[in-house]
């Protein structure tokens, strides 16, 4: 064991640590102002300075590395008097207004020039940098307190990876600055804040904190973000009961206190005077029932107010809006069975209210007619990842990215849609992995790539089949692992006889010569070698690969193979053959034995903070909690008896699309949607509006008043996830708990408590007073120690076991310590299955009515269909009004102008919103997100052709035109 000796103290040390790592680490306080555990140290401060035995002078401490029998002192009368001028020279250049300081303690400088007994400077200098840019609503930027640690400019580059600042001027003249010191707006900053948070003064400071004076009484809250599957760990910050600000703190489980722009900025939501605060009942329905009541209004604010929604409801009591839930849902099972209702659950809801709410529909409804978001974002993961390996989920930590040697990235917008992620993946590049990105559109993370295929939207399948090819032709398949962990193989290598790269890149456009350099990098877990680091990206990506590393120069049997993981989203999954192409990027995995080990995998990045955990707990119409399918008699009757009845229905529900066909034909009359906005996320939705106007009764629970609230006869105000506490489960299984962290507006409650009310009602509504089946509940611990005895993947899990890091699952039993790795040993089916999968285009291509390609998704910076962050300012200052991604070649065929109008046609129906003219989409595609109200991207996306198997519908290829409206006569 390899020692050194601290201020006397023997300690042993990890090869490779710093001194300054193996000192805090023991506890040991070694000065420091440029120094941060994410970052490269840079020794600019040298406030770190320490004395070797052996040295003639103090050395740098955070770039000294620990050697066997090293002697090192921390504290002497001369590192004493060098810190204490080092820490004078920096008060020299910083007003010492610390008595008012927003930053209130928290400012490292402050805290080292109190211990060296620094009040005023000793030397007579003018302030060089007085300037105060305040160009954003995020962060204000004071240069008179930057001391030049450089940290915020390490963390944009190291970690987020945008360079959106860096050092400017020379000497005394010497500040951080934006190119040409241009506004933040204009410069590549994605106002994520990282700076802010590592910043050791108040040089960079939030904007709500600027007008707080120091000592004012501040409380913190520490929770779980309800944005994105991510599942980052933040604190929240309230002055007198109000939200000021949310930060990461170090140690986080997930994101190592790193956050992305939504989660420090997109709160303000939470107290939008908009807010439901009191059960709405339609006013039609109130005549009906002649009910009265006070009117009721939104805020003259509201982005809603034109359609004065108000007209159409008043207020009621929770008493009457629930037993007129109840008496509806009752008349439609008495009157039509119970598989004439149908159920939305909500991946915005904690673990506890989807195993609720999926026990609501079985036990109390007694129908599968129960789904989720989930059918519309990685349904085909749960169906394609079960079936090649029998578990449907990330098979790796997001942690283990950062170790990796190659990483695949295909059908993710990583660095928009799970930005804490892409700073894993970032953090991997700098440190020498390579990058491959295969994606029709430039996305953010082709910055960072070695390698980018770009195929034409819907064509990927052969660059897939076309890799494999080649890996199997060079001899790069890991044999031995194919042997022993699968089967199916000896099919699958057949029907990959046919496609060649040349044949690949004939479909698809991609360069023969990319699809062999990715079949390689990949296979092999090739890193990047010293001189293609020292190359900018754009001189790696734009030839394709590296002339220097062509195919025929590979060996054929490699000594050691690097870890590769896959990375994909919906760009995969919500596609009609979506359920084939998570089976191919499983079949690829296999192929190279790139799973089960640290740092490789198949790794579906979920789109909602608890979207796997909806799904884990059942919230699907096929599935009971833990994936056990309910026409297995056994394990269907297994939960029932936990739930005190005999049986539960055995017929596979509907799933969301299905729900609207069957609404339609009149089979379904009654839905109850918890958390969930089908009138802008649902394909096609002129049907869904048709479906929904068509339903007898409609009740929904939401935060606001939604696109589909607004359609509804009963609306129930729930809490949001910074107003209630419970679990969520993250893309990677890790399950968390958050917490309160404000009280519910109004009389909101959480969604749990409406449900168990609303499913005790009915009981009472169908005359079942003596039902067995347990409804009220006094926490959600409660509620999640039943889900585990119905679920075995989360068996062990309870509310005092998930404080601290939580569990990852499968976690079926309460000493198992959780599973951040899956497959090690032997897949969850035994064994890994290869399926022989042949290519197949979309089901809507292009053609001459219709010339273009639409592909929907997500932006930065907003999420899901805007109901949150359009309402929070600085997102919405940053992004206010919808666009269309559009190629010039494309606009200039009709005309259009960057910035004008544009109106977009599909056989579904049209959009009016504004052209933005860029390259990031190829020509013959355009891209437009779908969380625009005004613009919404779904009326033009279809529902008629769904994945046979995981009923998903295809939203990356739809064929649509364009108009210039300024051409019209």
Not at 501 to 506: F, T, V, Y
Not at 672 to 698: A, I, T, Y
Request: glycine share 8%.
């Amino acid at each position: 064991m390899n020692t050194i000796t601290i201020n006397g103290q023997a300690i042993a040390f990890a090869t490779g640590a710093t001194v300054l790592e193996t000192a805090l680490a023991h506890d040991i306080d070694i000065p420091r102002l440029c120094y941060h555990p994410a970052l490269k140290p840079s020794g600019g401060c040298r406030l770190c300075l320490v004395e070797v035995a052996g040295r003639p002078g103090p050395a740098p401490s955070c770039g000294l590395l620990c050697a066997d029998g090293m002697a090192v002192q921390t504290e002497s009368e001369r590192l004493t008097a060098m810190r204490r001028d080092i820490i004078d020279l920096f008060v020299s250049d910083h007003p010492m207004t610390c008595a008012a300081c927003e930053k209130d303690g928290a400012c490292d400088l402050q805290r080292y020039a109190r211990r060296y007994g620094i009040e005023q400077t000793s030397f007579d200098f003018e302030l060089s940098r007085t300037l105060r840019q305040d160009d954003n609503p995020f962060f204000v930027r004071d240069h008179q307190y930057c001391i030049l640690c450089g940290k915020c400019v390490r963390v944009c580059d190291e970690i987020v990876g945008r360079n959106a600042i860096d050092y400017s001027g020379r000497g005394f003249h010497s500040h951080i600055a934006t190119p040409f010191d241009g506004l933040m707006i204009d410069s590549s900053c994605v106002f994520c804040s990282s700076c802010v948070q590592v910043c050791p003064t108040v040089s960079l400071l939030p904007k709500a904190r600027v007008s707080i004076g120091a000592g004012e009484e501040l409380t913190r809250t520490r929770t779980i973000c309800g944005y994105c599957g991510v599942g980052c760990a933040l604190e929240f910050v309230l002055k007198d009961g109000k939200l000021v600000n949310a930060q990461g703190y170090a140690g986080a489980p997930v994101n190592d206190e790193f956050l992305c722009v939504k989660g420090r900025s997109g709160w303000d939501f939470i107290s939008s005077p908009e807010r439901l605060t009191q059960p709405l009942l339609r006013r039609d329905l109130a005549f009906q029932l002649g009910i009265t009541s006070e009117p009721w209004s939104l805020p003259d604010t509201s982005p809603l107010k034109s359609r004065k929604p108000e007209e159409h409801f008043i207020p009621v009591s929770w008493e009457t809006a629930l037993d007129i839930a109840a008496q509806k849902l009752a008349h439609v099972i008495t009157a039509h069975g119970p598989d004439a209702v149908a159920g939305l659950s909500s991946a915005r809801c904690s673990n506890e209210e989807n195993y609720l709410f999926q026990k609501f529909m079985r036990a109390g409804i007694g129908t599968n007619n129960v789904d989720h978001c989930a059918r519309l974002c990685h349904a085909s993961t749960v169906t394609g990842l079960g079936a090649a390996f029998g578990s449907g989920a990330m098979t790796n930590t997001i942690r283990g990215l950062r170790d990796g040697d190659c990483i695949l990235i295909t059908g993710s917008n990583t660095a928009e849609s799970h930005p804490v992620i892409s700073y894993e993946v970032v953090r991997a590049v700098k440190s020498g992995a390579s990058l491959i990105v295969i994606d029709p559109r430039r996305t953010p993370m082709v910055d960072h790539a070695r390698l980018w295929l770009q195929p034409t939207p819907g064509t990927d399948i052969y660059v897939y089949l076309a890799m494999m090819h080649v890996i199997l032709r060079q001899g790069w398949e890991d044999r031995a692992f194919i042997e022993q962990r699968t089967e199916g193989f000896a099919d699958f290598a057949a029907l990959l006889e046919a496609y060649t790269p040349e044949m690949a890149s004939l479909h698809s456009g991609v360069p023969a010569e990319q699809i062999e350099s990715a079949a390689r990098i990949y296979a092999l877990g090739e890193r990047q070698n010293e001189e293609m680091m020292r190359l900018g990206d754009d001189e790696i990506t734009s030839a394709g690969h590296s002339p220097n590393l062509s195919i025929s120069q590979s060996p054929n049997l490699p000594s050691s193979r690097g870890a590769s993981s896959i990375l994909y989203a919906m760009g995969i999954t919500q596609r009609s053959n979506g359920t084939d192409l998570v089976k191919t990027l499983a079949n690829l995995s296999m192929l190279c034995g790139q799973i089960g080990k640290p740092s490789t995998g198949v790794n579906p990045l979920r789109g909602q903070v608890n979207v796997q955990g909806a799904c884990d707990l059942g919230a699907l119409p096929d599935v009971l909690p833990g994936y056990q399918p309910v026409t297995d008699d056994a394990k269907r009757q297994a939960v029932a008896q936990v739930w005190g009845l005999d049986d539960l229905p055995g017929e596979n529900g509907l799933t969301v699309v299905e729900m609207t066909h069957a609404a339609i034909a009149g089979k379904i009359r009654a839905m109850v949607v918890m958390g969930e906005n089908p009138m802008l996320s649902d394909p096609n939705l002129s049907h869904v509006e048709e479906g929904l106007r068509s339903l007898e009764f409609l009740m929904a629970q939401e935060i606001f008043l939604s696109e589909t609230a607004q359609l509804a006869h009963v609306v129930l105000p729930g809490a949001a996830s910074l107003e209630k506490d419970g679990s969520f489960t993250n893309t990677e299984r890790r399950v968390q708990l958050f917490q309160p962290v404000l009280a519910a507006p109004g009389d909101a409650r959480a969604d749990w408590q409406i449900v168990g009310a609303l499913a005790a009602k009915l009981d009472e509504k169908l005359g079942r007073t003596d039902s067995p089946v347990r409804w009220r509940f006094d926490s959600t611990a409660e509620i999640l120690e039943e889900a585990a005895r119905c679920a075995p993947i989360y068996g062990g899990m309870r509310h005092a076991r998930l404080a601290g890091e939580g569990l990852i699952w499968p976690c079926p039993t309460v000493e198992h310590p959780g599973t951040p790795i899956l497959h090690t040993e032997r897949f969850s089916r035994g064994l890994g299955k290869f399926h022989p999968i042949a290519a197949q285009l979309p089901a809507e291509m292009p053609d001459a009515d219709y010339p273009l390609i639409l592909s929907t998704g997500r932006i930065l910076y907003h999420y899901h269909t805007g109901t949150q962050t359009r309402r929070a300012e600085g997102l919405d200052w940053r992004e206010p009004r919808a666009f269309v991604e559009i190629h010039p070649q494309d606009a200039a065929a009709v005309a259009l102008v960057d910035g004008g109008p544009v109106v977009l046609h599909s056989r579904r129906g049209q959009v009016r919103t504004q052209a933005r003219i860029t390259n990031r989409v190829p020509a013959g595609s355009i891209f437009l997100a779908f969380h625009w109200r005004e613009a919404p991207a779904n009326l033009l996306t279809h529902d008629f052709a769904l994945d046979p198997l995981a009923k998903i519908p295809e939203y990356k290829v739809s064929a649509v035109r364009l108009e210039n409206p300024s051409r019209r006569r």
